[in-house]
């Protein structure tokens, strides 16, 4: 099955500087690479997400981009600001709509 | 995007125990999905749901700790079974959106402590 592996695990920024988060992903069939932020206490929120027929996609300060030779796609966030602090997960998805998530990274945005 | 709701958001029950969490969805979506996320950690997909026919469960989760239901195209249950404290968890319900089979969309989460 799909195996996601995401890095870093923690990340800390100072405002306004950038974020990378990336990921990698096992399965050369999947076609569909989302992003979630989790807020304490709160769900997954779908921030941004690519279709393997899309190197790039942007919604204002967020980014991702995919890789599918290598198999690894990447989360930018621009001029971080301290609510981007949170928990974003990258996923994959497999077989049947499921989707596989990586381990997860932990942004801090220091002011 | 799916309006998802849960029910309860969080309880406390007693080892030994069944919870029975419910999900609903603002329209019918054809697919349902139920997670499990252990504290400071990655979400797990525990099963689909499937409406009319039985759960789809992933490696190391069986109907009989997890039973679920799906009685229609906008609800879904699962009951969490003869429970232990490492059944301690927030456990997610999930299901596409209104546009794409792809996108999910999750509930708000149910807070489980077994004590």
């Known amino acids: 099955g799909e195996n996601v592996e995401q890095h870093p695990s923690t990340l800390s920024v100072q405002e306004g500087d950038s974020a990378v988060i990336k990921c990698t992903y096992s399965?050369?069939?999947?076609?569909?690479f989302p992003w979630y932020k989790q807020e304490l206490g709160k769900r997954p929120q779908l921030i941004i997400d690519?279709?393997?027929?899309?190197g790039e996609k942007k919604d204002q300060r967020i980014a991702v981009t995919l890789n599918k030779t290598a198999k690894h796609f990447s989360l930018h966030i621009t001029e971080t600001q301290p609510e981007d602090s949170a928990v974003y997960f990258c996923?994959?998805?497999?077989?049947?709509?499921?989707?596989?998530f990586g381990g997860g990274t932990r942004l801090m945005v220091k002011p | 995007s799916a309006v998802i709701s849960q029910k309860p958001s969080r309880d406390i029950c007693q080892r030994g125990t069944s919870l029975t969490i419910q999900c609903q969805v603002d329209?019918?979506?054809?697919?349902m999905f139920w997670y499990r996320q252990q504290p400071g950690q990655s979400l797990t997909l525990i099963a689909t749901?499937?409406?009319?026919?039985?759960?789809?469960?992933e490696s190391g989760f069986v109907i009989d700790k997890f039973p679920i239901s799906r009685p229609n195209l906008t609800f879904s249950t699962l009951t969490v079974s003869n429970m232990s404290p490492e059944d301690s968890s927030i456990y997610l319900c999930?299901?596409?959106?209104?546009?794409?089979?792809?996108?999910?969309?999750f509930g708000p989460g149910t807070r489980l402590l077994v004590l």
């Open positions: 999930s299901a596409h959106g209104r546009a794409s089979q792809e996108t999910q969309y």
């Open positions: 399965d050369s069939a999947s076609n569909y």
């Open positions: 690519i279709r393997s027929n899309v």
């Open positions: 996923a994959a998805d497999n077989a049947g709509n499921m989707l596989t």
């Open positions: 329209s019918q979506v054809t697919m």
């Open positions: 749901a499937n409406q009319g026919s039985e759960a789809t469960y």
